[in-house]
């Protein structure tokens, strides 16, 4: 079992920037691929950015490449959403996500690719 705890989500004016995290327990974190969803109000929840097991690869989509970076640190078990030049329609529950360890393929970029799923942190822009 894995849980993931997110932090880090707040109330943020537009053209700011905001880093969310996202704590695993377990032992092995370094062995899953790492993503980040969101889900606005009345929408489906959406794709942002994937990571590979040791980094090395990144995968975003297009509404926020060049503007938000995935990230991770396998010796604290941790990943990182980091947002910049935020927009209005950034607002959302962002979720991290943990592929399951004998996931193939690259990038993870569905929902159903995903085996674990924080319990979220929203985001709020302001125009």
């Known amino acids: 079992q894995v849980q993931l705890v997110e932090s880090g989500g707040g109330l943020v004016q537009a053209g700011g920037s905001l880093r969310l995290s996202c704590a695993a327990s377990?032992?092995?974190?370094?062995?899953?691929?790492m993503g980040w969803f969101r889900q606005a109000p009345g929408k489906e929840r959406e794709f942002v950015a994937a990571?590979?097991?040791?980094?090395?690869?990144?995968y975003y989509t297009d509404s926020v490449n060049g503007r938000f970076t995935i990230s991770r640190d396998n010796a604290q078990n941790t990943a990182y959403l980091q947002m910049n030049s935020l927009k209005p329609e950034d607002t959302a529950v962002y979720y991290c996500?943990?592929?399951?360890?004998?996931?193939?393929?690259?990038?993870?970029?569905?929902?159903?690719?995903?085996?674990?799923w924080g319990q979220g942190t929203q985001v709020t822009v302001s125009s």
């Open positions: 996500a943990a592929v399951s360890t004998s996931h193939y393929g690259w990038p993870p970029s569905v929902s159903s690719e995903y085996e674990y």
């Open positions: 377990g032992r092995t974190f370094s062995s899953r691929k």
């Open positions: 990571i590979s097991r040791s980094g090395g690869s990144t």
